[in-house]
C-alpha cells in the first residue's frame, strides 16, 4: 500500500476511497467515474477555491502564498483586484483569526494525512486539525448560508447544509480511522464560516447517533459504490446533474406531473 504525502495524496484516486469520492459516487455513479477515469476533467470551481482560500490561511503562511501565487488567474480581474469572492474569502479568513474561541479550539497538527481499511475498503483523509493528546480534531467548512435550510429529497425533509454536503460522513471516516490508528476515542467539530458580509460564525458538534447513522450508512452503500469503481457494476446516473443532462438520451414520454418529481 502507496505512503501517502502531501505530493502524491490527490494522485491516488484508485488505490484510496475518501469522503468527497465516495459522496460523489453516492449522488451520481456516473459522474463519479467519468471524474475518476478523466473523461471529464474535475473543475476547480469557485467555491471549492474560496474553500482552498480559507484553508491553506490557517496551514501556515507559506502553504498560504503559494495557493494564491497558484491560482492567481482565477482569483484576480484584469486589472489586477481581487475578484468578489475572494474578498470575500478573505474576510472570513480575517473573522476567524479575530475569534477567541475559534483560536483556543484550532491547537494542533495541521492538514493530518490519515489511512486505513473501512467496511473492506483502503480510505484516506485529510485532517485540517488534530489534536491527538486532547482526542479532537477540527475542519473547517465554508458554505454560502450556515443556517439555510437543504431540502432532501431521499427523506422528504429540511436537513442542515453539514447533512446535505456529507459532512456527517466524512467526521465519521475521520473519527474511525484515528481511532484505530491511536487506539482512543476522538470527537469531531467542524467551524462553519459563511460566505456572507459580514461573514457569520458557528462551531458545531455532531451528536454520536448520527455519526453512527452515517457510518451504517457507509457500511450499506460501500459494496455497490465499490464494484462501480473496479468496473465489475454498471454505473447509473442520477438523470438531473450537468454530466447527466449532456449523456441524456430521449426513450419515451414521461407525464407533465413528473417534470417536477
Not at 96 to 121: A, P, Q, R, S
Request: glycine share 6%.
Amino acid at each position: 500500500m502507496t505512503i501517502l504525502n502531501d505530493d502524491n495524496y490527490y494522485e491516488k484516486q484508485w488505490e484510496f476511497m475518501s469522503a468527497s469520492q465516495y459522496k460523489g459516487f453516492t449522488t451520481c455513479e456516473a459522474k463519479a467515474l467519468a471524474e475518476l477515469t478523466g473523461e471529464i476533467p474535475k473543475e476547480n470551481t469557485e467555491a471549492f477555491l474560496v474553500g482552498n482560500y480559507v484553508h491553506s490561511a490557517f496551514e501556515n503562511d507559506e502553504v498560504h502564498e503559494k495557493f494564491k501565487n497558484d491560482h492567481e488567474k482565477e482569483m484576480l480581474t484584469k486589472q489586477g483586484k481581487l475578484r468578489a469572492a475572494f474578498v470575500v474569502a478573505e474576510e472570513m479568513v480575517q473573522r476567524l483569526k479575530k475569534d477567541v474561541f475559534f483560536n483556543n479550539l484550532y491547537h494542533g497538527e495541521k492538514e493530518v494525512i490519515i489511512t486505513g481499511e473501512l467496511h473492506g475498503e483502503h480510505w484516506k483523509g485529510k485532517i485540517d486539525c488534530l489534536n491527538v493528546e486532547q482526542g479532537y480534531f477540527v475542519d473547517i467548512k465554508t458554505t454560502a448560508d450556515i443556517h439555510k435550510k437543504i431540502w432532501s429529497e431521499k427523506r422528504r425533509v429540511w436537513i442542515p447544509f453539514v447533512e446535505a454536503y456529507g459532512y456527517y460522513e466524512q467526521m465519521a471516516i475521520y473519527k474511525n480511522l484515528l481511532e484505530q490508528k491511536y487506539k482512543k476515542g476522538f470527537t469531531p467539530y467542524i467551524i462553519a464560516v459563511s460566505k456572507q458580509t459580514p461573514c457569520d460564525l458557528e462551531a458545531i458538534e455532531i451528536r454520536e447517533e448520527l455519526l453512527v447513522i452515517a457510518s451504517n450508512n457507509i457500511k450499506a452503500n460501500i459494496e455497490r459504490v465499490s464494484s462501480v469503481k473496479d468496473g465489475e457494476s454498471k454505473p447509473r446516473m442520477c438523470g438531473k446533474c450537468d454530466y447527466c443532462r449532456g449523456h441524456k438520451e430521449l426513450s419515451g414520454f414521461i407525464s407533465s406531473e413528473e417534470l417536477i418529481s
